[in-house]
């Protein structure tokens, strides 16, 4: 097997033009990573700054790599091309073996180095809010200390093909998800029918909701104002409806909301498939077959969908 | 099986089935020449690529607007459920099992695969299931409508309560498709073991060769899994037994490991022998060795081994505990070190190269940009607290697609373009091919890098309908999704055009190293026959001058007196 031999002596123009490229390359990635943060929604848990910068600091080693890769293909499209009756042969280099053990050896360092980095991050998110799910039958009174720290909840999460309810520890029920802000709330996330999944972009959290478990689910809202909460696994046809807000206000503005909830009669709730589905029965049932959506739950505050979300 | 003298001049060589016809009628009868039943895959296969490429126009069509106005939610569910499996099943399982069989025994000097009939039989199931899987279209209720993944218990529910169903025949399909494959990776396995030239150790075999048996050591792995899987799913579905129903008692996670533990790494069935084709592709068109040959083809067989632990990374926030995803996100991650094996090497092949720019090479340049892309957003999804916010979002639908379609793709058509020649005896256009290339780039791009973007903010996959601040990105990749469209016309004219009246190729047009470019080109029926070259170098000897078999001279003057 030949080599690249290495010539006598450094070469001071590759070098150079070497440490040049490192370094627009090294600059292009820190802007990356700085640039990564703008591609979310506001940070509106306590979890999320963890995320962004989990997500920058592999925006950043991404970035080196992919404009260091793609800057030899470049380099070899623009300087060793062949002309158009050149049919000549290129460098005969098989192979170097201390180059292929460096290229193996780096990024299974760097793979380690993120893998524990991660780690880290990983045990520090369950730290803020852990998340166990319980199979359905266990002892639920282990369930309801599950979270000691949580200062708020437990709070019910229903969800329906294709609707979600919260029901308060005090009673009270509603269609949207209200919590104080700066407060670690716990969630009993359960779903009647298929897997839904719990997915609030403005807190960088997602839970899959699997019939037959109760989980139990921890999180702290750091941002005031109206998130979406979203359904993120596929549970039927009107999957992409099944939204719902998430109102992250003062701890007054909450317990005032809580009180004044608590007057309300029982209504029903917010149902966004049945606009389509009533809208389809009325066209006959034409369409490829869907389950019919589960009644609208019961709730005392249905919420307002026409308000418009932050994030 | 008759033997002749070799007359490299019969194209109507003798077939080992009496009676099959030695004209065009041969790609629509059962023939156990591998070449013909590679030609049968990848025809079948490319009209499948329009059939799903016309369901992801529907479905981009409906996500050119916020609202879901194109077609009602549910029809919207069975289209991409459709889209999804024939893409997988129908296009790039058969189009590589097509390559399999054109290349595997031509490169290693075979005369056809270890079990001609068995291969044979294996591709007619193709359209078989072909038909159950389209059948699903006029089943009552419509076709399978619950994602690819059928995820229970939403694939269990049956509304019209009918026992022939659109999911009862897509699990019918699958296990129908699931068999063919494991035929063909036995008959592939067994003739890259058992039916090499003389003197092709396994360290003398082309790095496609070493990529198509990884791969199909996965399948032999894997589908069993997902049988086993399908089978329980189908007695749940059809006939009231609770494996994944939670009210029975089971347990619907349990059916994501069955699914899982197979179909990640069937992305590296899919994504192997594509790595052999760039394989195959970089060192002739950069005319230079492919550098680090033996670390390239072990890396393969490194990715195989770990592609069988790594299925929970899919199920990340689904309550498994923390140090089973501790420990799955470090193996997943641990697929970056053998693929960057190979990622450098292609970069060493073409460093100080002499670059010809055809078709082929552009492909080939192409779909290697877009895998350092995903393969850096696929370390990304492998962390936890990324995948816990983008999971499930279209951030993973434009990883995927830059490795099922960005890459996989564009290997795909490197293979057929530069293969073209070899197996039907014409050339085809470069102008169409290069029109072909850049409006797949320019489309392929438009629509998959904006979705990454929709999917950080929180957009979930597989919805019929979004929330306005998504629109823009959805806009960006519906063209896109519409420009792929029109870039199969120029590919099509090309195919057809050059095949019917293209100029006749010679045996080697692009001056490459291996053995089926002493073979005339089209091949005749057993290849070598009785000849089998004696192979005496390591593949990919380019500005080396030394032959690759013994008496290499008599092969080349044969091939191009044919």
Known sequence: ?311 | MTTTNYDPRILKAPHPVPGAPDNWKRFFSFNTDAKVIGIQYIATSLFFLLVGGLLAMIVRGELITPPADLVDPSVYNGLYTMHGTVMLFLFLFPILNGFNNLLIPTMIGAPDMAFPKLNAAAFWLVPLFAVVLMGSFFAPGGPASSGWWSYPPMSLQNPLNHFINGQFLWILAVALSGISSIMGAVNFVTTIIRMRAPGMCFFKMPIFVWTAWAAQTIQLVGLPALTGGAVMLLFDLSFGTSFFRPEGGGDPVLFQHFFWFYSHPAVYVLVLPVFGIFSELFPVYARKPLFGYRFVAIASFGITFLSLIVWVHHMFYSGTPMWMRNLFMATTMLIAVPTGVKVFAWLGTLWKGNLRLSTPMLFCLGGLFNFIFAGITGVMLATVPIDVHVGNTYFVVAHFHYVIFNTIGFGVFAGIYHWFPKFTGRMYYEGLGKVHFALTFIGATLNWLPLHWAGLLGMPRRVASYDPEFAIWNVIASIGAFMLGVASIPFILNMVSSWARGPQAPPNPWRAIGLEWLLPSPPPAENFEDDIPTVISEPYGYGLGHPLVEDEEFYVRRSQEA
């Open chain 1, 1 to 311: 097997m030949t080599s690249t031999a290495p010539k006598k002596g450094p070469n001071i123009g590759s070098i150079v033009v070497i440490s040049i490229a490192i370094a627009i390359n090294l600059a292009i990635a820190k802007l990356m990573a700085t640039w990564s943060y703008s591609w979310f929604p506001p940070q509106a848990s306590s979890a999320a700054a963890y995320v962004d910068d989990l997500f920058a600091l592999e925006t950043g080693i991404g970035s080196f790599i992919f404009f260091g890769c793609t800057g030899v293909m470049g380099w070899v499209l623009l300087f060793n091309r062949a002309g158009k009756y050149d049919e000549s042969d290129g460098a005969p280099i098989e192979g170097n073996t201390r180059l292929e053990i460096i290229w193996t050896v780096i990024p299974l360092l760097l793979v380690f180095a993120i893998a524990f980095t991660s780690m880290k991050v990983n045990d520090s998110l369950n730290a803020l809010g852990p998340k166990q799910k319980y199979a359905i039958g266990a002892d639920t009174s282990a369930l309801l200390s599950a979270d000691p720290l949580a200062q708020v909840g437990p709070i019910q999460v229903i969800a329906r093909q294709w609707s979600w309810e919260f029901r308060y520890p005090d009673g009270v029920r509603s269609s949207e998800l209200h919590l104080p802000i700066d407060q670690r709330v716990n969630l009993q996330l359960q779903s009647e029918d298929v897997i839904h999944s719990f997915y609030v972009p403005a807190f960088r959290l997602k839970q899959d909701i699997v019939p037959g478990s109760l989980i139990s689910y921890s999180l702290t809202p750091t941002r005031e104002g109206r998130f979406r909460l979203r359904d993120a696994m596929f549970s039927g046809a009107y999957m992409s409806l099944n939204q719902s807000n998430v109102i992250v206000e003062s701890e007054q503005a909450y317990s005032d909301w809580l009180k004044r909830s608590a007057k309300q009669a029982l209504q029903p709730g917010l149902d966004p498939g049945r606009v389509l589905y009533d809208r389809r029965i009325a066209r006959g049932d034409k369409g490829w077959a869907t389950v019919p959506p589960a009644p609208a739950p019961m709730v005392n505050d249905p919420g307002d969908p026409s308000i418009p979300h932050d994030a």
